[in-house]
């Protein structure tokens, strides 16, 4: 284990376990008004602020050349036809450029692509080893549990925030919960977003090269995330709390009209703490990802660059070596080779 | 041209100007914008609406007729508003499949486990007792599924 | 300066020894390992005289001193903050990351090497860091924790080493989720390498070349017009058909832009005659120019603003020579630029027609703006309309398969039009395509791209060009194929060298050349050989049976 690794990995334990002492301790010290109310709005505010902000500081920034990563055939001859992944892979029009960009966010495109590659030793081969190539799905399967659980289970969450609860809620509270076993009844969604953010914590720490990559600012959000979740998992099956409590907080918030709300287990604060700092420090942070893919050059433009003209607003004169001062210099051997010129002497 | 323009590293020339501005913002700007706009949504109705959770009655004619010091649930109330439903799952599993309907509270008193017999006697409103806090946080129990809410079956017969 | 004799060690020594194992230290601890054959020579001082760039001086990769300008620092710093005002891409790039590390194993510098600071995610780490370090709040007050580092003479030396072990091939930005795109870091790092007088030889030579000569091989255009009127008697010699053409000339309908390695060297060159004896056969009416004598674009390679500078010779000599649009050779780099860059930096090209073949009628909708058909799309078309009466036999000894070059293929998209041309210049079943994870937009580099042709850098580049060579020798193996076609100078220049190493047994051939050998003109004489003067297949048999039946006929 390099003190790199140790650095990068029991920092950020350390300050989520910190935070959870933090929530402990505040709550055991009746700071129900700081953890329940004030930081919630902080971090609320923290969070639609600092996600303008870098916002700003992005679009600060112009974008001078057409960079689109074109994943299949450019629009050319009539004859030479594209079918609709190929369009989407390289998108001519603002409306495949719209399905590119949705393709990307919605079902992580580019990561469906992935591949591994290895060095296979091969006695036979005159070389004695060979690369092969294969499709490679995990980190796809992963990645895309891991945000639609999330997602799930932020949707789910609606139900302490909305009166009367819309009826998707509802739908989506059934069928995550479908299985049908343990009181109260289990939701998937909260196992698979457990499991799926294990894995992309374990294959950090267990492959040598993820390991050697990876900075505090990577375990931090996983860490914090799984926190998150195992909170919440404990609340719901193990440490319950009195779930009406919860909701009249939850509804004060959202109503902008906060009120502390006795008789709330201390397990529900941590929560709330580990949630809230996630908010706080997602417009900070590599979570930027999510508003990031958006603008990413490489994919929502058009690749149209050669039949639609496009300007770099900072662009500038260059100095280049004229045809003039080129026949100065050759001139006389140009004449001598025949090459016409100019001006003849 | 600019002959003094060398190249554009700072120190030797003017470099390339970007003028400050907002680049892309109308695009980028509408997209933050029905960000927000989707996810807040849910929560617009209710907006500055002090919305009171709901308190269970307790006034039913069964409890009324109980002498104040009688009036007591099967377990204490803390545990009961937290963690009534693994009780009535357990009463369940015992009733069910163990045939047994002895329960003992605290103090040894002892109850019929029946959600039927003893939880509805006294709670006799369900609308007001259970509905109203299972409705307020979107849960469903599947005790009505077996279970019929008597008073309602009662009053319909009559 | 002395080249320090290089020595390769052979592939059987190099393949099964690549280590993909992490070094003890964390990455910021350690060095990089200047060793003979993996890294580029400095530029020689003249070349950033020619060209008017900063801090021209003699330094040694492997001294300790690299005799940095003094404020090198701030230098570097401005040139940071500057680029990161003027491209959203690089901020993006560097605040979006999540190393995920999709990208790891997808560059082939890393697959031939095993050096973990060749994944992308972490090459792009090392510029990162220094971002981190002075733009970032966090990086300034937790430091390493933070992921950032002091900007120090090691740094730069470790920019250096891993920004020119990129050949800015663009795989990692199809793999990444975001669209990442080392590429562009790669660029705008050299560009801050080269702000302080860091640059290497290989492109600089070159640079300065087309910038004073018009082309990176430096010929006068004496010397150029004799390469390619050498071409024509070549043509001639073996075909019975003399391919003349002009130079500079105006009022012609079309200016054709080469990659200069096109008439430079084997095998380009024999790709350079398949050009002249399209162009012939269908009576074209264009010119070639000394000036703007170069379609590939080596200033890229060092700024976004040199490649500009050398593009810009391209319209300007298409103004001055009066044509109607150009015509552009086979060329990966060139034609990513003259898709994604040419029309922003020199355009508007107004002064050009909208291209239309005059054979076919063919408007060229695609290249509406830059006015400018690559010669895939404008033969592609030729064949569909039948106007190219062609004999695939002449290329039955050739068994094909087809790199897709990363210029051409992520940064432009051109996959159909030369299998297309190839379906019709072999005979059938003479192509086979390579492993699927291995082509079109998953292509693998030639491990050289980007400037680093250079003998010196030999080790690195072989090593590079491994996954490569590695599916050629695939499709060698299992389908006998004895070819690689490629549309790319760079690729001709540098895939003999990669093949010769790791598949000795497979050439390199242009695309154009197939259709040189193809093409059937009237009045040519018989071919028995192709343009490289190799027995075309049944001419030994055939002369025997010619022989055969006339002495039949004797004895009647």
């Known amino acids: ?345 | 041209m600019d002959d003094k323009y060398k190249n554009e590293f700072g120190v030797f020339a003017e470099r390339p100007k970007v003028e400050k501005k907002i680049y892309d913002g109308k695009y980028i700007f509408l997209g933050l914008i029905i960000f927000f706009a989707v996810v807040t949504s849910p929560l617009w109705q209710n907006l500055g609406k002090a919305i009171p959770a709901p308190v269970p009655k307790l006034d039913t004619p069964a409890i009324q007729k109980l002498a104040e010091k009688d009036r007591k649930c099967v377990q204490p109330l803390a545990f009961m508003r937290a963690n009534h439903m693994q009780l009535l799952d357990t009463w369940r599993t015992e009733v069910v499949r163990g045939g047994n309907r002895d329960f003992v509270g605290p103090g040894g008193v002892k109850y019929t486990a029946s959600l039927q017999n003893t939880c509805l006697d006294c709670h006799s409103n369900k609308a007001q007792f259970c509905d109203q806090c299972h409705n307020y946080v979107a849960v469903t129990p599947t005790c009505w599924g077996c279970h019929l809410d008597m008073t309602q079956k009662l009053a319909e017969a009559k | ?556």
Not at chain 1, 240 to 259: C, E, H, N
Not at chain 3, 143 to 159: P, Y
Not at chain 3, 241 to 259: D, H, M, Q, S, W
Request: net charge neutral; charged share 20%.
């Open chain 3, 1 to 556: 300066m002395a080249k320090a004799k290089v020595t390769v060690p052979t592939p059987a020594e190099i393949l099964p020894g690549i280590s993909y194992k992490t070094p003890e230290k964390g990455w910021m601890d350690v060095k990089p390992d200047f060793r003979p054959g993996t890294y580029c020579n400095p530029a020689n001082p003249k070349w950033l005289e020619w060209i008017g760039y900063p801090y021209p001086r003699a330094w040694h990769v492997t001294d300790e001193d690299w005799h940095l300008p003094s404020d090198w620092k701030e230098t570097i710093l401005q040139g940071m903050e500057d680029r990161l005002s003027r491209f959203r891409s690089l901020k993006l790039f560097f605040d979006i990351c999540v190393r995920c590390g999709a990208c790891a194993d997808k560059c082939h510098f890393f697959l031939g090497t095993g050096d973990p600071k060749n994944m992308p995610v972490l090459r792009a780490e090392l510029m990162r860091s220094v971002y981190k370090r002075y733009f970032k709040p966090a990086g300034r007050l937790l430091g390493q924790l933070a992921g950032a580092r002091d900007l120090t003479e090691d740094v730069i030396k470790e920019w250096f080493f891993y920004l020119y072990q990129c050949t800015e091939c663009r795989r990692c930005s199809l793999f990444c989720p975001y669209g990442i795109d080392m590429a562009e870091m790669t660029i705008l790092g050299r560009e801050l390498l080269s702000s302080i007088g860091i640059n290497i030889e290989w492109t600089l030579a070159s640079v300065a070349q087309c910038y004073d000569k018009g082309s990176h091989i430096g010929a006068t255009p004496q010397a150029m017009k004799d390469m390619i009127d050498f071409f024509a008697e070549e043509n001639e010699r073996v075909t019975g058909i003399y391919t003349p053409i002009t130079y500079n000339r105006k009022g012609a309908e079309i200016l054709f832009v080469a990659p200069s390695g096109d008439y430079f060297a084997d095998p380009g060159t024999y790709t350079f005659m398949g050009y002249m004896l399209l162009f012939t056969y269908l009576g074209l009416d264009y010119t070639i120019s000394t000036y703007a004598g170069e379609g590939g674009n080596f200033g890229f390679f060092m700024s976004h603003e040199m490649g500009k500078r050398l593009n810009a010779k391209i319209y300007a000599e298409a103004k001055r020579l009066g044509v109607k649009w150009i015509i552009g050779g086979e060329c990966g780099h060139m034609w990513r630029i003259l898709n994604q860059y040419m029309d922003t930096w020199n355009g508007p090209a107004d002064f050009l027609e909208m291209p239309v073949s005059p054979i076919t009628g063919t408007k060229f909708e695609n290249a509406a703006t830059t006015r400018m058909v690559h010669i895939s799309e404008f033969t592609a078309d030729l064949i569909k309309h039948g106007k190219l009466k062609l004999d695939p036999m002449r290329n039955a000894h050739i068994k094909l398969t087809f790199h897709d070059s990363c210029n051409t293929s992520r940064g432009m998209g051109i996959f159909e039009e030369p299998r297309y041309i190839i379906k019709n210049v072999l005979p059938e079943g003479h192509f086979v395509d390579m492993p699927p994870n291995t082509i079109r937009e998953k292509t693998f580099c030639c491990g050289s791209g980007s400037g680093f042709n250079a003998d010196e850098y030999l080790e690195t580049r072989l090593r590079g060009g491994l996954p490569r060579a590695n599916a050629v020798r695939y499709v060698h193996e299992k389908y006998g194929v004895n070819h690689l076609g490629c549309i790319c100078a760079i690729d001709r220049a540098v895939l003999p060298t990669l093949l010769g190493y790791w598949v000795p047994e497979v050439e390199v051939t242009g695309i154009s050349e197939l259709v040189g050998n193809a093409l059937v003109f009237d009045e040519e004489i018989e071919r028995t050989t192709d343009l490289r003067d190799r027995d075309l297949v049944g001419v030994g048999e055939a002369e025997e049976g010619v022989e055969a039946a006339e002495a039949a006929e004797e004895e009647e």
């Open chain 1, 1 to 345: 284990m390099t003190d790199f690794f140790k650095l990068h990995f029991f920092v950020p334990l350390a300050a989520v376990l910190g935070l959870v002492v933090v929530a402990y301790v505040g709550v055991q010290a009746n700071l129900q008004l700081l953890f329940g109310v004030v930081v919630p709005y902080m971090a609320a505010l923290i969070f639609i602020e600092g996600m303008v902000y870098r916002l700003i500081q992005w679009t600060r920034s112009p974008v001078p050349f057409r960079i689109p990563t074109t994943a299949a055939q450019n629009k050319s001859l009539p004859w030479i036809e594209k079918n609709l992944g190929e369009k989407l892979d390289n998108p001519e029009t603002t409306k495949h450029v719209v399905g590119r960009m949705a393709l990307e966010v919605l079902a992580f495109r580019s990561l469906f692509r992935n591949t591994r590659t290895e060095l296979r030793q091969d006695p036979d081969h005159p070389e004695g080893a060979r690369l092969i190539h294969w499709s490679y799905k995990w980190l796809w399967l992963g990645a895309i549990a891991f945000h639609y659980a999330f997602l799930v289970v932020i949707l789910r969450h609606l139900r302490f925030f909305t009166e009367p609860v819309p009826g998707f809620v509802y739908l989506l509270d059934s069928v995550d919960g479908f299985l049908q076993f343990f009181v109260p009844v289990v939701y998937l969604s909260g196992l698979v977003l457990l499991v799926a953010a294990g894995y992309l914590l374990l294959r950090r720490i267990l492959r040598p090269e993820l390991r050697y990559i990876s900075l505090a600012a990577d375990y931090f959000p996983l860490f914090l995330i799984l926190s998150i979740a195992i909170t919440g998992i404990l609340m719901r099956y193990f440490y319950k709390v009195d779930i009406v409590a919860v909701k009249d907080l939850a509804l004060g918030l959202a109503t902008f009209k906060p009120k502390v709300v006795a008789g709330i287990g201390v397990i529900f604060y941590i929560h709330l703490f580990l949630v809230c700092v996630l908010f706080a420090y997602f417009p900070f942070s590599k979570l930027m990802h999510a508003p990031g893919v958006f603008l990413s050059p490489t994919r929502n433009l058009a690749c149209n660059s050669r039949w639609v003209r496009h300007v770099n607003p900072w662009n500038y004169p260059v100095k280049f070596h004229s045809y003039a001062e080129y026949e100065d210099k050759f001139r006389e051997a140009m004449i001598e080779a025949d090459i016409p010129v100019e001006k003849e002497s």
